[in-house]
Each structure stands twice: as C-alpha cells, then as structure tokens.
C-alpha cells in the first residue's frame, strides 16, 4: 500500500469508459470510487504534516509526516478503534456521527473467558484497515465522522453494577445522537445495551441477534450471565419478545431452559440451515420483517461465534456448523438498507484468538455495518 491508492490517477478529470468485462459488482465499485470525494483526506495530510512536522528532506513524497499522524503506516500510531480520534470528553459525542465504546467484561462467560480484552483486540486488529470499502463503494472517512470513547468503567467482581454501567454509558450515547458502536464484552453485556437504549425510545425496540446460541434462559450458574440477556431484555415493557428475531442457532450448546422461554414468548429463532436454504436474501427480509414489525427502533447484537468455529477460535463457546464469513456479511448488507440503533459485537476472546482472525471479522461486521447504513442513507443519522 501505501500513497498510491488514494491518487484517482487521471489528472485532467477524463475517466474512459469502462470496458465490458467487469461484473456487476466490480462494475459498481469501479464507478462509484470515481464519485468519492477526496476532501477530507486532504485535510487529514495537511493537518499531519502541521502537527507532525514536514517529513525529512529525503522523503519524496511530501505528503509524508515526520511523526505518523493519522491512518498511514497503518502499523503505527495509536490503537483507537480504525484510528479515530480518542474522544476523553464524553459529554462532546454528540458532535460525531459514530462513537465506538468498549465495554470490557467476561464476568458472565461461563466456559472460555477473555473477552475482556475485546475492545482491545479490535481496536489493534482495526488498524489494518482503510476507511474505504471497494465493493460498496464508500469511503467512511469521507462521510461520516467517528469518535473512540474509549472504555466503560466496568466492575469485574459485580455483574450487577457493571450492567448498570453499560446502560448508563449506552443510553448516553445513544441520547446524543451519535450511532453507538460497543465492542465486548461476552454476551452478558445485550441485556444492558438494550436497557440503555430503550429507555430513550418512545416506540419499542426490536433486536437482530446473530449466534450460535439462543441466551434466553432466566439465570445460568444461579446469575444473569452471558446465557441470558435476552430473557432479561425482553422482560423490559418496550422491548417485546415478538421483535426478537435470533439467526445462526444452532448445534449443542443451545440449552433447553432457553429454548423453552423462547417458544413461550414467541421469539423466532432460524438456524443455518433455514437461512441457507431459503436464501440469504429472504433471510434477511423475514429477519427485518419480525425486528421491526410495529418497533420504532432496531438494534444489532453480533455474537462472533454464530459462524463457523473454524473462522472465530477466540470466542467463548466456538461451534462448529455455523455461518461462512461471507454469508454473514451478505446479511449485514441487507439488513443495513432500514436504519439501526446501534450495534454491539461481543464474544470476542484475543487470548483464544489465533492471527487475530477472531477479532478481524469483528471489524468487518462493524465496518461494513457502517459502510451499508452509510451508503442506504441511515449515517449521518439523527441527532436529538
Ligand atoms: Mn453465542
């Protein structure tokens, strides 16, 4: 990489047309990169070299600062989250289109812990990518503007005073109108992100709920743990169980207790194998078609290990059987075109992880995420 794939190459503005050999898709990406902006990349140059100094006298290209500032190398720098600006002052997030928020927690894992270090492990792994998806044609830095809130204060040894954190620091976010990003965290942590983000909603909340597992049973080892935020969440007066639609359940670690709250409340739940069979396409519409089925809002909840074991070692309960990374993000895309309240991206354990690849899907989910709501028109988004 380098400098190079951020020059458009034609310096007189002339683009000849495009042969016939491409696909549809590389069709539309070739097209759309004409169309992106450059603006905010070049303010980001000019404000390296002024706060980095002006590279040294043998560096050609004089667009290179002395210090790293900003995304290049992207082996440099700060790990913020896609090395978006750390955000200390929280009371200014409203004034960012996207703000990411770690909440580090595995005090609900009841097998594999080290989620804690999740927001870590994806906030370094991030750094390997660019602000520009090729295939959606969008170019994040050019359209949206991100903050890294850094993490929520959690409490290791109380569960019950951490989840009161992660509703405080959640519905904070969300009331300021930036589009919240939480990085897990294990999956204990969806109960209180929805309590935190319904709790400023007039309307019900609907959750898309990706995983392997279903985390409707009451209690597990006598607490709310990572087995149960959705029993919990759906016990809140706008947040009903008919707007809970779960996509990837499956395998044998789905416990009975579970299973039987969600028959009797009347969740829907569709295994891989339905997804597949009907099409990712008219998966993804059924799943719209239930989280928002009279709700004023959605949120999406991603637990990594609704695909494959195989892609995702560093989880808590990898499951064999599960979704191909891109069939997961086929859904995302078609999900995305209606707007989201948020999304979290939990079960993420670096310290079971092997060559980051656990953490490197966890950011593609969320920056394609933003990639789609960006090119559907749902980012920039609302503000209060
Ligand atoms: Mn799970």
Redesign the pocket.
């Known amino acids: 990489m380098g400098f190079a794939h951020h020059h458009h190459g034609q310096s007189d503005g002339q683009t000849p047309p495009l042969h016939d050999n491409y696909g549809p898709e590389a069709r539309y990406a070739v097209e759309r990169e004409a169309e992106l902006p450059t603006t905010r990349w070049e303010a980001e140059v000019e404000r390296g070299l002024r706060l980095g100094l002006p590279g040294a006298d043998s560096i050609v290209d004089r667009r290179i600062p002395t210090f790293s500032r900003g995304e290049l190398p992207h082996f440099a720098g700060i790990n913020t989250f896609l090395k978006a600006p750390y955000v200390e002052d929280v009371t200014t997030c409203g004034e960012y289109d996207v703000a990411v928020l770690g909440a580090p927690f595995d005090g609900g894992t009841t097998y594999r812990p080290g989620t804690r270090f999740g927001p870590q492990g994806i906030r370094k792994i991030s750094a390997l990518y660019g602000p520009y998806s090729f295939e959606l044609g969008v170019d994040l830095r050019e359209s949206i503007t991100i903050a890294d809130l850094g993490d929520i204060f959690t409490i290791p040894a109380n569960i019950e005073k951490t989840f009161d954190q992660i509703s405080k620091a959640v519905g904070h976010v969300y009331a300021s109108g930036a589009f919240p990003v939480v990085l897990g965290g294990d999956?204990s942590i969806g109960y209180p992100t929805v309590r935190g983000v319904a709790e400023h909603l007039s309307g019900n909340l609907g959750i898309i709920h990706f995983?392997?597992?279903v985390?409707t049973q009451e209690t597990d080892l006598d607490e709310r743990m990572?087995t149960t935020p959705w029993f919990h969440a759906t016990d809140i007066p706008n947040v009903p169980p008919k707007n809970l639609v779960q996509i990837g359940i499956g395998g044998w670690?789905a416990p009975r207790p579970g299973v039987k709250v969600g028959r009797e409340r009347g969740t829907t739940i569709m295994t891989v194998t339905d997804c597949v069979e009907m099409g990712i396409e008219a998966a993804a519409a059924k799943a719209l078609e239930v989280a928002w089925d009279g709700a004023e809002a959605v949120w999406l909840s991603f637990?990594?290990?609704?695909l494959d074991a195989a892609f995702v070692p560093g989880?808590?309960?990898p499951?064999p059987g599960g979704f191909l990374p891109r069939e997961v993000l086929k859904f995302i895309q078609l999900i995305a075109e209606r707007p989201l309240a948020g999304i979290e991206v939990?079960?993420c354990s670096p310290p079971y992880d092997n060559a980051e690849i656990t953490s490197l899907i966890a950011t593609r989910v969320i920056c394609d995420t933003l990639g789609c709501l960006v090119r559907a028109g749902h980012l920039p988004g609302r503000k209060p």
């Open positions: 999956h995983d392997r597992h985390d990572h670690q637990d990594v290990d609704c989880t808590g309960w499951e939990v079960e």
